[in-house]
C-alpha cells in the first residue's frame, strides 16, 4: 500500500495496487496522482502539440494513452509499413478532447513508445 498527496489536487491517495506506485513524478519530483498525470498531459499536448504516449490495443480496438492510461485517445486509423532500422514502423491518427486530428509514430515490436503530433486544429 502507499500513501501520498498529490502535489496538483492536494487529495490524499491511497494506493494498494502492487504493480505501480499509484502516481508519477513531475520535472521538480514531486508526485502526481495518475488522474492529475492525464491532466498534465493533455496540457502539454495542447501547449506544444507533441507529445510522447503508448500506442496500445485493447481487445479489438487500438488507443494512444499515457503511462497509467488515464489519457487516453481511440485510434481511428493505423497503417504498418516497413522500416529500414526497427524492421516495423506503426502509423497512428487520432483526435484530441478538442477534435484535432494528431499523427502517431511507434517503431518496432518491442515499443509501445508512440511520437505524437498535432496535424490539424478542431476539425
Given at each position: 500500500?502507499?500513501?501520498?498527496?498529490?502535489?496538483?489536487?492536494?487529495?490524499?491517495?491511497?494506493?494498494?495496487?502492487?504493480?505501480?506506485?499509484?502516481?508519477?513524478?513531475?520535472?521538480?519530483?514531486?508526485?502526481?496522482?495518475?488522474?492529475?498525470?492525464?491532466?498534465?498531459?493533455?496540457?502539454?499536448?495542447?501547449?506544444t502539440?507533441?507529445?510522447?504516449?503508448?500506442?496500445?490495443?485493447?481487445?479489438?480496438?487500438?488507443?494512444i494513452t499515457?503511462?497509467?492510461?488515464?489519457?487516453?485517445?481511440?485510434?481511428y486509423?493505423?497503417?504498418?509499413?516497413?522500416?529500414?532500422?526497427?524492421?516495423?514502423?506503426?502509423?497512428?491518427?487520432?483526435?484530441?478532447?478538442?477534435?484535432?486530428?494528431?499523427?502517431?509514430?511507434?517503431?518496432?515490436?518491442?515499443?509501445?513508445?508512440?511520437?505524437?503530433?498535432?496535424?490539424?486544429?478542431?476539425?
Amino acid at each position: 500500500m502507499n500513501k501520498f498527496v498529490c502535489y496538483k489536487c492536494k487529495k490524499q491517495i491511497i494506493h494498494d495496487e502492487p504493480h505501480t506506485t499509484g502516481y508519477g513524478l513531475d520535472r521538480a519530483r514531486h508526485k502526481i496522482c495518475f488522474a492529475c498525470c492525464a491532466i498534465v498531459d493533455e496540457k502539454q499536448m495542447l501547449r506544444t502539440g507533441r507529445i510522447v504516449l503508448y500506442l496500445v490495443k485493447k481487445e479489438e480496438h487500438n488507443f494512444i494513452t499515457n503511462w497509467p492510461g488515464t489519457l487516453s485517445f481511440r485510434v481511428y486509423a493505423i497503417k504498418e509499413s516497413r522500416h529500414n532500422i526497427a524492421g516495423v514502423r506503426c502509423d497512428a491518427w487520432f483526435k484530441d478532447n478538442n477534435h484535432s486530428v494528431w499523427h502517431g509514430v511507434q517503431y518496432g515490436h518491442w515499443s509501445q513508445l508512440c511520437h505524437c503530433r498535432k496535424t490539424i486544429n478542431n476539425i
